[in-house]
């Protein structure tokens, strides 16, 4: 295994040679217009690296990270503020809340148009 890797390393390492002498000496065969337009583009571009950036770019990278981590907690909180749903009570008369929240006589309550039914009877008869 150690041999295959090796010798896929000095595939490589030759194969970047070859590249390298290729491109040199194509290099060399350039006309005189071409290396012109490559000076100034160089130049160009070594005048540009010596500007300044602008702000942003000048903020150290724990104030960029923080900033972005505070929009993010903003806009979650302001999304789940404005749309949490709005939970309205299904019990709306005070004296139902003892039924609801006693669970001793559930089964009394569930039950009590029955109740009430019979004693209804019992007050006809």
């Known amino acids: 295994m150690n041999e295959r890797i090796k010798e896929e390393e000095g595939q490589d390492e030759r194969l970047l040679k070859r590249t390298k002498e290729v491109l040199d000496a194509s290099a060399a065969n350039l006309d005189v217009r071409t290396l012109e337009r490559l000076r100034d583009a160089r130049q160009h571009a070594m005048e540009t690296a010596d500007e300044r950036p602008g702000l ?3 903020l150290p990278r724990w104030v960029k990270v923080s900033g972005l981590a505070t929009a993010a907690a903003g806009v979650l909180v302001f999304a789940l503020w404005f749309t949490s749903p709005n ?10 809340f003892e039924i609801v929240l006693a669970k001793d006589q559930i089964d009394l309550y569930e039950d009590l148009d029955f109740y009430g039914w019979m004693a209804d009877d019992e007050d006809n008869a």
């Open 87 to 96: 939970h309205d009570l299904t019990v709306k008369n005070p004296e139902d």
């Open 56 to 58: 942003l770019l000048r």
